[in-house]
């Protein structure tokens, strides 16, 4: 059974950073965040390829946000989201995301299988 895990979040002030951590229990594939806060539809926030060469950023986080992943050759599927210039904006639950065949990178939610159970973000004005 395929498991994602994502873990980092918490509570921050408005101008600080938090890393957030994703393993996905599969081959390096396509992963991507996605953040939901309360009242509001999901939304995507970044993406990453397979092998680390092609990333995506909602407008909303560019140059503040960066997705990052571990060595795709050691067999995991570790991925990270760097967060800085935190704003009250970006609080809520960040989840992570893994395709169950590989795909380009995309911000469509609905090309993701599987999901982590999500970490909550709260940045504090």
């Known amino acids: 059974q395929v498991q994602v895990v994502e873990s980092g979040g918490g509570l921050v002030q408005t101008g600080g950073s938090l890393r957030l951590s994703c393993e996905a229990s599969l081959r390096p594939t396509t992963i991507a965040w996605f953040r939901q806060s309360a009242g509001k539809e999901r939304e995507f926030v970044a993406v990453i390829s397979w092998g680390g060469s092609t990333t995506e950023y909602a407008d909303s986080v560019k140059g503040r946000f960066t997705i990052s992943r571990d060595d795709p050759n050691n067999a995991k599927n570790v991925v990270f989201l760097q967060m800085n210039s935190l704003k009250p904006e970006d609080t809520a639950v960040y989840y992570c995301?893994?395709?169950?065949?590989?795909?380009?990178?995309?911000?469509?939610?609905?090309?993701?299988?599987?999901w982590g159970q999500g970490t909550q973000v709260t940045v504090s004005s």
């Open positions: 995301a893994a395709p169950n065949v590989r795909i380009m990178p995309s911000r469509d939610a609905q090309l993701y299988d599987y």
